[in-house]
């Protein structure tokens, strides 16, 4: 904000310094030229423009940062509780009499899951996790 304040300080100089001068030559053909203190207070908004940009460039990375960061949160807590799940199918998997009717039953439904762990985590979880 150092160049803002500078800026400013310059536009009060330049009204300040200048006597409201009569006009000469009234008659000669005049074409409006952009006075030099409209070229500064161009130059201050383009500024203060330029710093509303970067200021929303940066809290829109900082939300994009917080979401990758909410992402990958989520992914650790997904994998923490699939390995809970692991380690309580196999203690339910050590535990299933093979024999009774639903060790038979989850025989069967095991046939179409790559191993007996992974049907037995599908099982817990369809039926809450709560059967150890």
């Not at 093979?98 to 095991?110: Q, T």
């Amino acid at each position: 904000m150092d160049s803002l304040d500078k800026l400013l300080d310059q536009l009060k100089a330049e009204y300040e310094a200048k006597p409201a001068a009569p006009q000469k030559n009234a008659d000669k053909s005049f074409t409006p030229q952009a006075p030099k203190s409209l070229s500064l207070v161009d130059n201050l908004l383009a500024e203060v423009r330029a710093d509303f940009a970067a200021q929303d460039e940066v809290v829109e990375l900082k939300k994009q940062q917080e979401l990758e960061q909410e992402k990958i949160r989520q992914a650790q807590l997904k994998t923490q509780k699939l390995e809970a799940l692991k380690v309580e199918a196999e203690a339910w998997l050590k535990k299933l009499d093979r024999f009774s009717s639903e060790g038979l039953w989850f025989e069967k439904f095991a046939e179409t899951y790559p191993s007996k762990l992974e049907a037995a985590i599908e099982y817990l979880q369809s039926n809450g996790s709560n059967q150890t």
